[in-house]
């Protein structure tokens, strides 16, 4: 779906123009209208339109300051300007100020349709060329073995797939499809030995679809089994950092210690902490709580998971403990995090 911001001064032609919307039988809805400028912007930072259809003459801030306004917000914002054909001098400054397409007075509904669908189509493209960079950037880490990369190339994913695809179920479906295959395709070449099809290690069901949080958790799930085939291959990689933050960032959710990671990678305790602070510019104790706040910051974003089982689930046995740590790392406290998320959100 499209949203869609009308602004438009006259009444009668912002009511023609949304009924030409209404009766159009295509993906769009009408999420804002506006009769100035100023409400004009107003409406675009609450409603967050798609595309606006924006009149070049309106009250106190003119349709062209608009159109520059929301353009330095966001420049892939998608503007239609509506004009009249002695105007040229104002089309040519909305060329400079990178309109998307001119409506020309009196509107036709032809007309209209026409300039929607071509809009919508250029931003159609442009998010699956996006949704494909990001798609690719999972893979690339993946094939590069390395772990912690590829779990933030994948939250940046699932978080641009839910973005773009908002309640299409079937899509976000399609695409997760899509990238299992193309995950398949990457683990072949890294794999000496057979590796399980991902596509049949996914375990969900129609309702995880529309739970961004539990379907990145499900994906997590299928890149730590590729993980584990990986390192059980490559052995030698354990003493390297590289193969100590993938065993760290994979286990940071247990309470492991600097002792059960030297065990891994075959070196002493006191050797690793040395290595540690050298390669990565901190001690082992930071690199762990930092990936462990990551952790929850996500949880108290995308789900409603009490903080104590938070707490829990990181291997904090005493929540308050777990605040406390938290607020020292973001400046606030669990719950006050969780609120201004949600709220940013609302």
């Known amino acids: 779906m499209f949203k869609i911001e009308v602004v438009e001064d006259e009444r009668l032609e912002q009511e023609a123009i949304c009924q030409m919307i209404e009766n159009s039988e295509e993906n769009w809805k009408i999420v804002a209208t506006a009769s100035s400028g100023p409400q004009a912007l107003d409406m675009f930072e ?11 003459h309106i009250p106190e801030i003119d349709g062209l300051e608009v159109l520059r ?25 909305a060329i400079k100020a990178k309109v998307d397409d001119f409506l020309l007075k009196p509107i036709r509904p ?6 929607v669908r071509s809009v919508s189509q250029t931003i159609k ?39 773009r695809a908002g309640t299409d179920l079937i899509r976000v479906q399609s695409e997760t499809q899509r990238f299992l295959s193309e995950l398949n395709e990457a683990t072949k070449d890294i794999c000496k030995i057979p590796v399980p099809d991902a596509r049949k290690l996914l375990r969900v069901g129609p309702e995880t679809y529309k739970d961004r949080y539990q379907l990145y ?17 490559d052995r030698d990689s354990r003493n390297t950092m590289e193969g100590i933050l993938n065993y760290i960032d994979r286990n940071c959710h247990k309470d492991i210690s600097l002792n059960q990671v030297g065990n ?52 904090y046995h005493e929540p308050n403990y777990f605040s406390k740590v938290f607020k020292k790392s973001t400046g606030v406290t669990p719950t006050e995090y969780r609120k201004q998320k949600k709220k940013l959100d609302q």
């Not at 609450?46 to 070049?56: G, Q, R, V």
């Not at 914002?77 to 009249?84: E, G, P, Q, S, Y």
């Not at 006191?270 to 990565?280: G, H, N």
């Not at 104790?285 to 938070?310: Q, S």
Request: glycine share 0%; hydrophobic share 40%; proline share 2%.
């Open 46 to 56: 609450e409603a967050d339109p798609d595309i606006i259809l924006l009149d070049i």
């Open 69 to 93: 306004q929301i353009k330095k917000k966001d420049p892939f914002k998608r503007v239609i300007i509506i004009t009249a054909f002695d105007e040229f001098d104002f089309a040519h400054q």
């Open 110 to 115: 032809q007309q209209l349709y026409e300039a």
């Open 125 to 163: 493209s442009s998010e699956e060329e996006e949704l494909d960079e990001k798609r690719k950037l999972v893979l690339y880490e993946v094939v590069h073995k390395n772990y912690s990369k590829t779990r933030k190339a994948l939250q940046n994913y699932i978080d641009t797939l839910y973005q």
């Open 217 to 233: 958790i499900e994906l997590k799930r299928i890149v730590d089994r590729i993980f584990d085939i990986i390192i059980d291959q």
């Open 264 to 315: 891994y990678a075959n070196m002493s305790s006191y050797y690793l902490s040395k290595i540690f602070k050298k390669e990565t510019g901190v001690n082992f104790v930071t690199y762990l709580t930092d990936r462990k706040i990551e952790l929850a910051k996500d949880m108290l974003v995308y789900t409603d998971i009490p903080i104590i089982n938070i707490a829990l689930e990181l291997s």
